[in-house]
């Protein structure tokens, strides 16, 4: 069975950072591209930062500049380094990887929090 797990959330003060880690089970092949989402309380998900399986990268403007999606292919992990925090990125942050068929795995979210 498909698993993605996120890790990494937590409190921190604007202008710090967290780095969010999404490991995914073995089990996941064919994998097209690598995202994270996010959603704030009383707000629809978005898109903040995907990365295809080449490499491409885009962000949402919100971001840019300061967030970073990364992977390790070895580890089947990505990563989403997020610096100068605000309170304003204040969600929970969705890992999601499309694979196969455009199918979608989506991890069960992990809780970023930062204070002013």
């Known amino acids: 069975q498909v698993q993605l797990v996120e890790s990494g959330g ?20 064919g ?10 309380p009383g ?10 399986s080449g490499g491409s ?7 840019k500049g300061r967030f970073t999606i990364s992977r390790d292919n070895a580890k089947n992990t990505v ?17 999601r990887i499309t694979a196969t068929y455009g199918v979608n795995y989506w991890g069960k979210g992990t809780l970023v929090t930062v204070s002013s």
């Open 10 to 29: 937590g409190l921190v003060q604007a202008g710090e950072s967290l780095r969010l880690s999404c490991a995914a089970s073995r089990d996941v092949f």
């Open 31 to 40: 994998i097209q591209s690598m995202a994270w989402h996010r959603q704030a």
């Open 43 to 52: 707000k629809q998900r978005e898109l903040v930062a995907s990365m295809t």
């Open 57 to 63: 990268t885009n962000y949402a403007d919100s971001v």
């Open 79 to 95: 990563y989403l380094q997020m610096n100068s925090l605000k309170p304003e990125d204040t969600a929970v942050y969705y890992c």
